[in-house]
């Protein structure tokens, strides 16, 4: 019986020389791996977009121009509808709360969402790693949009870009590069209600 506590004694002590502590501010530690993960990061792995992130998310949006920047109420909604191929994408500006009532329609590709503007206008959206990523021309500029999703929040950004302000670089030795200057940036981190 001694030699069975004992054994069981010196197996615990091995086992928690090799465990991992959870701090205080989530971090989980291993004195054996100098990397710190947080466990939100490992939480969010097994997410699946769009259902584990519906919901109202709430925020200011920073408009950034040459003259300034300026900030405006944002309020951006994911929510489910009786369709399970489409969910309502709905985007509020401003204190008078201006709507834009899109829908967001899953493909067959699993990685590529469509964003219908309900006007016949439809965008394409790719997901990878809790993030839509969109780039498209409309009239003139160029906009890359970017909408990475938290368990709590949300970081929403467009940047746009007049593509008649475009310049090349570069020569028949090397690439030849198409610079488009921002003219515009709208950043928001949106909070779960």
Do not use: W
Not at 12 to 27: P, Q, V
Not at 67 to 73: H, L, M, Q, Y
Not at 107 to 115: A, G, I, R
């Amino acid at each position: 019986m001694k030699q069975l506590l004992l054994l069981l004694l010196i197996l615990s002590s091995i086992s928690c020389k090799d465990a991992k502590d959870i701090t205080a501010n989530g971090e989980i530690v291993n004195d054996d791996i100098s990397k710190q993960v947080t466990v939100d990061n490992v939480l969010s792995i097994d997410k699946e977009f769009p259902q584990d992130f519906l919901g109202a998310y709430k925020g200011e949006l920073k408009i950034t121009t040459s003259r300034g920047t300026e900030s405006i109420p944002m309020e951006f909604h994911l929510l489910k509808t009786t369709d399970s191929m489409n969910y309502q994408y709905k985007i509020f500006y401003g204190e008078e709360r201006s709507e834009r009532a899109y829908n967001l329609k899953k493909t067959h590709n699993p990685n590529l969402y469509l964003v219908d503007e309900n006007n016949g206008i439809v965008l394409e959206t790719a997901y990878a790693d809790q993030t839509l990523f969109s780039t498209y021309e409309v009239m003139g500029n160029l906009l890359n949009c970017t909408e990475v999703f938290h368990d709590d929040y949300m970081e929403f950004m467009i940047t746009m870009a007049r593509v008649q302000d475009t310049s090349m670089t570069g020569n028949a030795d090397s690439a030849i590069v198409k610079n488009y200057p921002l003219s515009v940036m709208q950043k928001a981190v949106l909070y779960k209600e």
